[in-house]
């Protein structure tokens, strides 16, 4: 996303980035991420930097996040 630079820029790019967070949030408040049963074996996988990967039965490892996304319940 762009909001150009220079004298003709945005005069509204802090509250835009604003309105994003609080809708990424008011969104994401309302999801609960578990991992799926049973729990894939995670471990330290190095790329560039470290990342988290899964570990097969057979020895190979993938660069994925198996999540199970619920509708958080709030009290
Ligand atoms: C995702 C949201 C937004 C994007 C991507 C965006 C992008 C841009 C871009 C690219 C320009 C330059 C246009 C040009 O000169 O041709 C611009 C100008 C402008 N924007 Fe935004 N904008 C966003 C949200 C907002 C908001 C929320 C406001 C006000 C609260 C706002 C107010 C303005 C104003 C007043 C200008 C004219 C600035 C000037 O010409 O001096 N914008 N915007």
Known sequence: MTFLAGPRACIG????LMEIKVLVFTIFRDIAF???SPAP??????????????KE???????????????????
């Open 13 to 16: 790019y802090r509250f835009a």
């Open 34 to 36: 578990e991992l799926p």
């Open 41 to 54: 074996k995670i471990e330290n996988g190095p790329a560039l930097i470290t990342r988290p990967i899964i």
């Open 57 to 75: 039965t057979d020895g190979t490892s993938k660069n994925t996040m198996p999540l199970v996304l619920k509708l958080a319940q709030h009290e």
